[in-house]
């Protein structure tokens, strides 16, 4: 294992004074992920054309980003019933600098191993939240010349279509260039505070996300489920692979001819069946997917330019694994369809209403990251499956080129999956799934054999 030295450790604040004061939160960003989300970009040894000095370029430029994004420098704060605000006390972003003995190929491919831990800056959940920055970022200089950009930024102030927003504006900033976008940062929009009208008739209320997912038949907890060792793979899809996939669902008797289904809906239901069958489910088990939509343009009047928050929502399709294995692939692709298709403006205003109206809103709150056995498990017999194939997740330029790589960072628990485009491959996408060590040979061969 390459050893990493941590060389020095800054705190970054605003470069101009900015706005303080408590700052609420929606009810949107109380719940869910309300840790942080770590991702990595990796890049070639800056060319001489490069004349500046890197650790500088990052740093000054992130100190002016953080006038435009300043909650990002503040803090978390508990308030009573399980709910916290954003205290925008210009604290600050913790920016790492470390050297390592690596070298770019011994990443080659990517995927998240114990090397790849340790170029991702650590957030030690043991500390108070008041004390814990929203963003950290680790510069590590690899032997070869290489650079390697760990970012982890909380998931409980933004999600990752504003985590994105953030980043590449503050490599535009390190590019000499103009701030494109600016951050929208009132969340009174989506009602944070604020009680909500009254509804002409009360709305049928269908939010399956606010159930606590289902257990493996015969457990009463998940307690058990949630001990078993975990493994990570980057598994590959083709283009040709996800046509054979996509035309399978679209000429079966579920697709909507006016339509068809999308990469997504595809790719997931295929996800869910081969983890039912490698997971060896009795049929009537009954199996949850999670499923994270934005909202950002389902909203009327649709989301401002830049809203900078969590806009996006967790639905659950449902199902049975004898259901969901018995039948064709575009059954799991409809199941999915039709979840997505209900998040319309009265869906997410009544779930906000639901949610402001919860004496305690922990059991929302996916706080296993923290320790704890409460909240939503989206391990065994369930999934959560993200889509990263339309976020603006790749091209970020600090002034010494393009990323040759961008990813997530470890993510360690049973069920948590990624959807996301291949860089090297047009119409190719990746999947990064974490599943049970007992599951993943099985999952793997289903994977490519059910093609």
């Known amino acids: 294992m390459a050893s990493i030295i941590f060389k020095d450790t800054h705190t970054v604040v605003p ?54 994004f300043y909650p990002m420098a503040g803090r978390l704060r508990w308030l009573p019933r399980g709910r916290f605000e954003l205290n925008c006390n210009t604290a600050g972003v913790t920016f790492i600098e470390a050297e ?21 800056p650590q957030v030690n959940y043991k500390n108070p939240i008041e004390t814990i920055p929203l963003v950290l970022a680790q510069l590590t200089t690899l032997k070869c010349g290489g650079l390697s950009l760990g970012v982890n930024i909380s998931h409980a102030v933004v999600d990752g279509q504003s985590a994105l927003h953030f980043l590449s504006e503050w490599g535009r900033i390190a590019r000499g260039e103009p701030i494109e976008i600016v951050p929208f940062l009132d969340r009174k929009i989506l009602w944070a ?99 994270c939509v934005d909202i950002r343009n389902r909203m009327q009047p649709p989301l401002p330019p830049g809203y900078f928050g969590n806009a996006t929502l967790d639905v659950v399709a449902a199902s049975t694994s004898g259901e969901l294995i018995s039948n064709e692939l575009g059954f799991a692709a409809e199941k999915i369809s039709k979840a997505i298709k209900n998040v319309t403006n009265e869906y997410v205003m009544i779930g906000i209403e639901y949610l402001k109206n919860q004496d305690d809103l922990k059991k929302f709150q996916d706080l296993h990251a923290l320790g704890s056995t409460e909240g939503p498990f989206y391990g065994n017999p369930n999934l959560g499956l993200v889509s990263w194939l339309t976020l603006p997740m790749y091209g970020l330029d600090f002034g010494w080129g393009k990323e040759v790589y961008m990813g997530p960072g470890t993510h360690d628990f049973d069920g948590d999956s990624l959807l996301l ?16 060590v007992a599951h993943m040979e099985a999952f793997k061969k289903h994977f490519y054999e059910d093609i």
């Open 15 to 68: 470069a101009e004074q900015t706005w303080t004061g408590r700052f609420p939160l929606a009810e949107w960003d109380q719940v869910g992920t309300i840790t942080h989300v770590p991702t990595v970009y990796f890049y070639d040894k800056p060319s001489e054309s490069f004349q500046g000095n890197v650790v500088e370029t990052l740093k000054n430029s992130l100190s002016r980003a953080l006038v435009h």
């Open 100 to 120: 390592s003995e690596a070298v770019l190929t011994d990443f080659n491919d990517y995927s998240p191993t114990p090397e790849f831990e340790k170029l991702m």
């Open 193 to 291: 505070g604020k009680p909500l009208p009254p509804f002409a008739s009360p709305p049928r209320f269908d939010h399956k996300e606010f159930e606590q997912p289902p257990l493996l038949i015969g457990e009463t907890d998940n307690v058990e489920e949630r001990k078993k060792k975990t493994t990570v793979v980057m598994l590959k899809l083709s283009k040709s692979q996800l046509e054979k996939l996509k035309s399978r669902v679209n000429t079966s008797k579920y697709a909507d001819p006016a339509r068809g289904f999308t990469r997504y809906e595809t790719v997931t239901g295929h996800v869910w069946r081969c983890a039912c069958k490698a997971r060896g489910h009795s049929p009537e088990q009954p199996t949850a997917l999670g499923i």
């Open 421 to 436: 485009t291949n860089q090297n491959e047009v119409g190719s996408v990746i999947l990064a799934t974490c599943l049970q």
